[in-house]
């Protein structure tokens, strides 16, 4: 249940940064930075549970 409220939480503060850099850049480079930004924080993470998990 924890788990599934800060799935929600994340979300709405990723939906806040887009907003914020949106007024700064534009909503098209506002979410090309934000997509990217979320596939970097997940292939890092793929590759942490992999290194983590060897040990």
């Known amino acids: 249940m924890i788990r599934r409220?800060?799935?929600w939480k994340a979300l709405a503060y990723r939906?806040?940064?887009i907003?914020?850099?949106a007024i700064f850049t534009?909503?098209?480079?506002?979410?090309?930075?934000?997509i990217?930004?979320?596939l970097i924080y997940y292939l890092f993470d793929?590759?942490?549970?992999r290194?983590?998990?060897?040990?």
């Open 5 to 7: 409220s800060l799935i």
């Open 26 to 34: 534009g909503i098209k480079t506002s979410l090309e930075i934000h």
């Open 36 to 38: 990217g930004l979320t």
């Open 51 to 55: 290194i983590t998990s060897r040990r």
């Open 15 to 17: 939906v806040v940064a």
């Open 19 to 21: 907003a914020f850099t």
């Open 46 to 49: 793929l590759g942490w549970e």
